[in-house]
């Protein structure tokens, strides 16, 4: 959700950290460990991560080549650690 448009467009990642107590505690250990919650596959990691520090988005990780992949890694700020995932 964009810091600017607090009613738009939000993914929802099940089960809620807000209702379910056991899930929080997982949240919170994934976000404080820096592992992603979830990935999004993308064609270009580089024109994502630029067109999103562009709308402010902060990043864990830069762009980075791992083998095969190359990843980026953001916050959500909802506390979660969200990877952008592109297919070399």
């Known amino acids: 959700m964009a810091k600017e448009d607090q009613d738009g467009t939000e993914v929802l990642l099940e089960p809620s950290p807000d209702h379910f ?19 999004f596959n993308v064609d270009n990691v580089d024109q994502e991560y630029e067109r999103l ?6 990043f864990r990780l830069k762009p980075t080549e791992m083998g095969m992949v190359k990843i980026a890694v953001l916050n959500d700020t909802c506390g979660n650690n969200i990877q952008l995932i592109e297919l070399l």
């Not at 505690?25 to 460990?33: C, I, N, P, R, S």
């Not at 520090?53 to 902060?58: A, P």
């Open 53 to 58: 520090i562009k709308l402010g988005v902060e």
């Open 21 to 39: 107590e056991p899930a929080r505690t997982y949240q919170k250990a994934l976000f404080e460990a820096g592992i992603p919650y979830t990935q």
